[in-house]
């Protein structure tokens, strides 16, 4: 068999997938699982999203299209984005890709490298530091402190900063914690990058589900746009998950890069797919604003559910569909409490420290299940936690 590139070593994974692939082999024996580990909304796709895709294919969007994306979505992308940022944005600044995920994949390709340093927050998306680390970059993890609403230690941020700093990795509201970027440290973020010039990726795949107030986008704030690559896509506000349709806000000269990139990797996103994001986009936004609200009211039994068990502290996430429980009082590694959960109680969850090592002492539920599921978990889980503590 050849010998892989070393590189590959370096490459990390999913745990959501892992942990999944787990429970559906307990569920084949026979176990019943609560599934809380994966990160997708419980809704289907609205229907007039559905309908805009069998009828593109109908109309014959089945051939390859522009690497950047056709132009009909680069400029609906353009629209909502100058609309729920506050910039102006220009259907040359977006580019379409399969899902969200390679635009941190071209970021760090086309910015980083050995001898680089990658700023980025931890608990956090695995990928970040999987694709850093694959780049050759030095990862600068800064860790998310739950007493401040699990935003940047900005004083441990600001003190990492180096000469060496080329990228920040920003997410808000946040994957795992649900947190917000407060608006006070947003400034100081975006303060030293401008100082400093240091390009920002600002992931906000979660743009549009929040609960408290409207997350701001640093790419708002003055002197900043040019010096930000905003991440989003249609997986997560549009139940779309499947259909793998992202796309990147960002300067010309960055969408120069990132078609490249495109060209050289899927060559293009596929063209009915990206008739679906136009009707996403410019057609009804009801579906979405109800499963949002549904979030809301499942956000408020999860937490209350979790504060009232022994053992289990659960700040109330502004943004996202994640808990992010602290269980450090039932002195046991996240590891072992979440392999636990899922081999004797039947509750599929993420350890903290699938997200990194700042995410010890904490676990991670999705409340993107049915009501009747998590209060069904919430009982297991709280016999689960007496038990551990007697």
């Known amino acids: ?18 942990v999944l692939a787990r429970a559906k082999a307990l569920e084949a024996q026979g176990r019943a699982i609560l599934h809380f580990e994966i990160g997708e ?9 559905k309908e805009a895709a069998i009828q593109a294919l109908h109309d014959g969007y089945t051939h390859y299209g522009p690497t950047p994306g056709l132009p009909i979505l ?22 379409v890709t399969p899902g969200a995920k390679p635009i941190m994949f071209f970021t760090l390709l086309a910015y980083a490298q050995a001898g680089d340093e990658v700023i980025y927050p931890n608990p956090s998306f695995p990928i970040y530091e999987s694709m850093i680390e694959f780049v050759g970059a030095t990862p600068v993890p800064i860790p998310l402190l739950e007493a401040n609403g699990f935003s940047f230690d900005m004083e441990r941020f600001e003190a990492s900063l180096s000469p060496r700093t ?7 509201p946040g994957n795992p914690t649900g947190g917000i970027i407060p608006a006070a440290d947003l400034q100081r973020i975006a303060a030293a990058a401008l100082e400093r010039q240091i390009l920002v990726l600002s992931d906000e795949i979660y743009g549009g589900m929040h609960y408290a107030g ?30 793998r349709l992202g796309y990147a806000v960002a300067n010309r000269s960055v969408i120069e890069h990132f ?7 899927a060559s293009c996103t596929a063209s009915f797919v990206q008739m679906a994001g136009v009707a996403a986009l410019r057609g009804p936004q009801e579906p979405s604003r109800r499963m949002v609200a549904e979030f809301r009211r499942r956000r408020e039994i999860i937490v209350a559910g979790m504060n009232a068990i022994q053992g289990v502290r659960c700040a109330t996430p502004p943004g996202a569909f994640y808990v992010f429980p602290n269980i450090r009082a039932l002195q046991r590694s996240s590891a072992e409490v979440a392999s636990r959960l899922l081999n004797e109680a039947g509750i599929a969850c993420l350890a903290g420290t699938a997200f990194g090592a700042y995410g010890e002492g904490y676990l991670r539920f999705s409340y993107a299940s049915s009501e009747e599921n998590i209060r069904n978990m919430l009982k297991i889980f709280d016999k689960f936690t007496t038990d551990m503590l007697l």
């Not at 909304?41 to 609205?46: E, I, K, R, S």
């Not at 680069?74 to 580019?95: L, N, Q, W």
């Not at 080329?166 to 808000?172: P, R």
């Open 74 to 95: 680069r400029e609906a992308i353009a629209e909502a984005a100058s609309k729920s940022r506050g910039i102006p944005v220009s259907p040359e600044e977006v580019i």
């Open 41 to 49: 909304p419980d809704f289907d796709t609205p229907v007039h999203i």
């Open 166 to 172: 080329k990228l920040i990795i920003l997410n808000s």
């Open 214 to 243: 409207t997350p701001a986008s640093i790419a708002s704030l003055p002197g900043m746009q040019d010096l930000t690559i905003i991440l989003d896509g249609f997986s997560k506000l549009y139940a779309m998950t499947g259909w």
């Open 259 to 265: 078609t490249k990139l495109m060209a050289n990797s």
């Open 1 to 18: 068999m050849a010998t892989y590139a070393q590189r590959m070593d370096r490459l990390g994974t999913e745990t959501a997938f892992e």
